[in-house]
């Protein structure tokens, strides 16, 4: 048995195949991690949806912002954009299967060895804080999900306080663990910079070059930033490489540390 992380899927359902090709993947005996945004952007969100649910048994999946916003618009609180690629999936006869399936995954998933979110972690969190947020954060979302995708939105907070209520947990817990890129020196979130990590204004760092206080020896997988491609940083590894913009598709064995990867197939891209 052996278990693969790969990066964002974005819709990507040819690349994807071929890269489950390349590692010789098996839905019998192998596990798949995938660090969320699985849809839009690409041209077969259906396609990938599709086979994530029906091998949802392999599969270690957590919420990026791409799959938080599918559920704000399966659920009419907001509408598909000009860049949405999501109408056929909308459309879907399995529609319901889908968002049932996907109100039920976390923000955040770990083993023993690897810790999971779509873009890290607060540096100044402890993983038990991470954790009771990513089940706060699905208990609600299971519970009452118009209410919390309702109140998800927003760029504040935009700093960890203990004194946050419920919705503000919420929000940041969202904020941190599916868009996170940069923080400044006082680990406030900024929402702006997109960019290479040569190109970082002076006043910003990544997030994972904080010093951080979890007292474990986990190693995060995180996705999101495509822009700096594939990275191993000093905690962990990034594995969005920019498939759905025309680069590759990432795999990382979680138990060799070897790397895969597949150049996007133009069949997935806009």
């Not at 991470?130 to 209410?147: I, K, Y």
């Not at 209520?165 to 406030?188: G, P």
């Not at 969005?240 to 064995?253: F, I, K, N, P």
């Amino acid at each position: 048995m052996a278990t693969y992380a790969i990066g964002d899927l974005q819709g990507c359902f040819y690349t994807f195949n071929k890269l489950l090709e390349k590692i010789s993947f098996s839905t019998s005996n192998d596990e798949l991690w995938l660090v969320g945004d699985i849809l839009n952007r690409g041209q077969n969100s259906l396609e990938v949806v599709d086979w994530c649910y029906n091998n949802r048994q392999n599969i270690k999946l957590v919420l990026g912002n791409h799959d938080l916003h599918f559920l704000a618009i399966a659920f009419s609180l907001k509408n598909l954009s000009k860049r949405d690629t999501l109408s056929k999936l909308l459309s879907s006869a399995k529609l319901k299967s889908y968002i049932d399936w996907l109100l039920s995954i976390p923000l955040l998933y770990e083993n023993d060895d690897y810790v999971m979110t779509h873009a890290g972690l607060l540096p100044s969190w402890r993983k038990d804080d991470a954790v009771t947020l990513s089940r706060s954060f699905s208990d609600g979302l299971l519970d009452n999900p118009e209410s919390l995708l309702k109140s998800m939105y927003g760029n504040n907070p935009n700093q960890w306080h203990d004194d946050l209520d419920k919705d503000q947990r919420n929000r940041i817990a969202v904020n941190v663990m599916t868009r996170m890129r940069c923080l400044d020196k006082n680990e406030c979130l900024d929402f702006k910079y997109k960019g290479t990590l040569n190109t970082i204004p002076e006043n910003l760092k990544p997030w994972f070059s904080f010093e951080t206080s979890r007292n474990d020896n986990q190693l995060l997988i995180s996705g999101h930033w495509s822009a700096i491609n594939f990275h191993k940083h000093p905690l962990g590894f990034a594995l969005d490489s920019g498939c759905v913009w025309g680069e590759q598709l990432t795999a990382l064995c979680l138990e060799t540390k070897k790397i895969f990867q597949e150049k996007a197939d133009l069949k997935d891209l806009a």
